[in-house]
């Protein structure tokens, strides 16, 4: 998926699919705008969001915990029903499902525009990743049912063109339309792209469906993920107000992790598991996987603050905090055909260590600079370097996870590789969330007692504590009061940042490492028994 994060891509899933013979030429340009039209909604609505949360913190008063929960809650359900939805459009259609899940999707959207609350936002939200989850995996598997095989890598490649143009322009449309309008529009506008889609859909798309499934659907796998990710990110997004020993605290993350290993246990004696654990056998599936999970929470974490350092640290409009991806956009779809390469010169290993430290190079880079600093250096030169690891990365990382297992099982894995993705995003934006607000919470405390400042001063400095939105506090203060209280504040804000950035390094050479680990210097040749 050549989206904003970078996720793995679906290609495996559609290649056990058989064509619709009844699928006429013209009817195929079609099928492949509707699929791009559902998909990219679905993928450009996250980054989208991320860029204008500071402007929904400050509008709606709020805290950085309930914007990890705006993130998160579209994550969680994502991550949760993403393998189910497949498997329902395997079954019952995936036409069908697509459908659904777009028109789910398009009515979510029109709720977030005009939630009147932070609750109703929130629960918006997680209608969304319901659709989203029905959606995504229905996409590419309808344009496998439609495009035979001497068709279908040019089809796919146009679908990821668009894809990676819709992108490029999301975030920076977002920004735009968050300096001159209202954040609400950004969730508004997808019901313009909906009803095409559907229209589309149902007139071009033929059904299709997969014989070969198994019957039934693991709706105790998905309930059981939902809940324990659900705990323990609850658990872990309130740590930063009520402190780990507090009794709610430790009895979420205590039940999360419980509830998680009733689901791999379900897993294993589930008749169509989800997530079959049988493909974790494969020590390079398990270390792809876990290189996944490293490399894109680290991703997640921060993306998630780079909105929050461009505009309430170093002042910058939105529509600029939307241009900072362009580089890492178009450098990602620009190298991916020669990323593709280097799995045939060099096999899976090396790419996929120095991918990912590449990448914490970008992390690093975004972590060294203080509140000033020039827009190219200080954050489009680490993108575009942080880019560069990543378009490193991908191809050879969603290569392997196909190699990794038996042809027929190639659209599971895949499957799997993506949920592990969503999966990451969403701890990743609640244990970074915690871990920056207690050192910008710290690093005020350590300011305010080093520092003689008025009575004024404090007043807004403690008024900041839990938001990373800081413009309603230094505007209630005046004068050297004023410039007191906006040093104190970014420079504060910016320590937590840092750290969150300095996470990510961590996260990026982790992932390095289980590559190193786990993967055999030869490896990427395919491999139809599976490793």
């Excluded at 030429?25 to 705008?33: K, P, S």
């Excluded at 095409?196 to 659907?217: C, F, M, Q, T």
């Excluded at 876990?290 to 490399?295: A, K, M, R, Y």
């Excluded at 992932?511 to 190193?516: N, V």
């Amino acid at each position: 998926m050549l989206n904003p994060k970078a996720r793995p891509c679906d290609e495996g899933t559609i290649r056990s699919v058989r064509v619709d013979p009844a699928c006429v030429a013209g009817d195929r340009v079609w099928i492949l705008v509707a699929t791009i039209l559902g998909s990219t909604m679905a993928y450009i609505d996250e980054s989208v969001v991320n860029v204008a949360l500071p402007a929904i913190e400050n509008d709606l008063k709020t805290s950085v915990a309930v914007m990890q929960w705006l993130v998160n809650a579209y994550t969680l359900c994502l991550a949760a029903l993403l393998l189910v939805g497949g498997a329902l459009g395997d079954q019952l259609g995936r036409r069908r499902i697509f459908v659904i899940g777009i028109g789910i999707f398009g009515a979510a959207s029109v709720w977030c525009g005009f939630a009147q609350s932070v609750g109703q936002l929130i629960s918006a939200r997680a209608v969304q990743g319901v659709g989203a989850a029905l959606l995504i995996p229905c996409s590419l598997a309808s344009i496998g049912a439609s495009f035979d095989e001497t068709e279908r890598g040019k089809a796919i490649g146009t679908w990821a063109g668009f894809s990676a143009i819709a992108a490029a322009v999301g975030p920076l449309l977002g920004g735009w339309i968050v300096d001159h309008s209202t954040w609400r529009w950004i969730f508004l506008i997808n019901p313009f792209v909906a009803l095409p889609a559907i229209w589309i859909a149902l007139r071009y798309v033929p059904e299709s469906h997969d014989s070969e499934s198994k019957p039934g659907l693991d709706w105790v796998g998905a309930l059981l993920a939902f809940a324990g990710l659900g705990s323990l990110v609850f658990g872990l997004i309130a740590s930063s107000g009520l402190g780990w020993r507090n009794p709610t605290v430790m009895s979420s993350v205590v039940v999360g992790a419980l509830l998680l290993v009733v689901f791999l246990w379900a897993e294993q004696h589930s008749a169509a598991p989800m997530m079959p654990l049988d493909l974790f056998r494969s020590r390079t599936f398990t270390g792809i996987n876990l290189l996944t999970f490293l490399l894109y929470a680290a991703l997640g974490g921060a993306f998630f603050f780079l909105p929050f350092d461009l505009i309430q640290v170093h002042g910058y409009s939105a529509t600029l905090a939307g241009a900072v991806f362009l580089p890492f956009t178009i450098i990602m779809g620009g190298l991916s055909r020669w990323s593709g390469g280097l799995l045939d010169r060099f096999g899976a290993r090396l790419p996929l260590v120095i991918g990912p430290s590449i990448a914490a190079l970008g992390f690093a880079l975004l972590a060294l600079p203080g509140t000033g600093g020039s827009y190219w250096v200080t954050f489009l030169l680490p993108i575009a370097i942080l880019g560069l690891g990543m378009a490193v990365a991908v191809a050879p990382l969603t290569t392997s996870v196909i190699n990794a297992v038996p042809t027929h099982r190639a659209g599971v894995a895949s499957g799997i590789n993506n949920a592990v993705a969503s999966v990451a995003t969403l701890l990743a934006v609640a244990v970074f969330g915690a871990v920056a607000l207690d050192v910008f919470n710290r690093s005020l405390d350590q300011r305010l007692a080093t520092q003689t400042v008025s009575s004024e001063v404090k007043r807004a400095v403690e008024g900041a504590r839990g938001k990373f939105v800081i413009e309603s506090e230094v505007a209630a203060t005046r004068g050297d009061d004023r410039r007191v209280t906006e040093v104190i504040l970014r420079e504060s804000l910016l320590d937590g940042i840092r750290v969150a950035m300095l996470l990510a390094v961590a996260l990026a050479l982790g992932g390095a490492l289980c590559a190193a680990l786990a993967i055999r210097s030869d490896e990427g040749q395919s491999n139809p028994e599976g490793r």
